[in-house]
């Protein structure tokens, strides 16, 4: 079937609509990348605007050298891991028994977490209540209290109740099968597609969240990659990389300009190799998970 000149037209300009689209997301990402190999002199300068102009990686050799950014990245794969452990647990506790049918009071507990979703206690309560805990300025404060998503939950419960088949679960039964043996030998081995939508939820919150360090912690030993990447980009404290040495402010300009380029690479780049190898589940547990039922 041979397509009409305005189903060609359309094609056309539907075609050119996603490239100038594609153009507007990646040029961003490829400018920061050539900005973080170029010498900071052609990027304040606008010269560099392509490909990398000055070719150098004093840039990254600072970041590497700087304990604080080090010690940051290493607290944040820290939360990151474990936290999103503690999620994935979390969150797979929840959703199994409220996908069961046969589990008693089920809508009334969904009623609730979801009640949380629309009202919350508010930031000083919280506090108080972290404080409380115990947990101010602790390495507890970054996993405990974020440690499920009501979201997260309504997804992998309805993956949970959409793509696992209840005669399955019951021929489990039938065969002598306890709840927890039919969780971890059969629901889990066929729920790898939201499992992968789970970790990359988490991971990706853990890895970019600073507000919550920047609330609860005071040590700066304990500070997240991201909230050492705040003070480089917005406040601009320098104080360690420049101690010592007598740089005038145009050269200390300069430092901080290619320093913030190689630090959000060096910030993305973990999470930006995470995805290829979840991409493939990631489409299928989401839309089934969100959307039937």
Known sequence: MQNSASDKLFTLINTIFLLVITLMVIYPLYFIVSASFSNPTYILT???????????LD??????????????????????????????????????????????????????????????GGLIPTYLLIKDLGMIDTFWVMVIPNAVAVWNIIIMRT?????????????????????????????????????????????????????QALIYLSDKGKFPLQLILREILIQGEMDELMKGTSESFLKQKLSIEGLKYTVIIVANLPMLLLYPFLQRYFVKGFMIGSIKG
């Open 46 to 56: 606008g010269e560099m605007w392509l490909w990398p102009k000055g070719f150098n």
């Open 59 to 120: 840039s990254y050799a600072k970041v590497f050298e700087n304990k604080d950014i080090v010690n940051g990245f290493l607290n944040t794969l820290k939360y990151t891991t474990i936290g999103t452990l503690i999620n994935l647990i979390m969150t797979i506790m929840a959703a199994y028994p409220l996908s069961r049918k046969d589990f008693y009071g089920r809508n009334v507990i969904m009623a609730i977490f979801v009640f949380t979703m629309f009202f919350g």
């Open 159 to 211: 993956f949970f109740q959409t793509t696992i088949p209840l005669e399955l679960q019951e021929s489990a039964q039938i065969d002598g099968c306890g709840n927890i043996r039919i969780l971890l030998n059969i629901v889990l081995p066929l729920s790898m597609p939201v499992i992968a939508v789970m970790i990359l939820f988490y991971a990706v919150g853990h890895w970019n969240s600073y507000f």
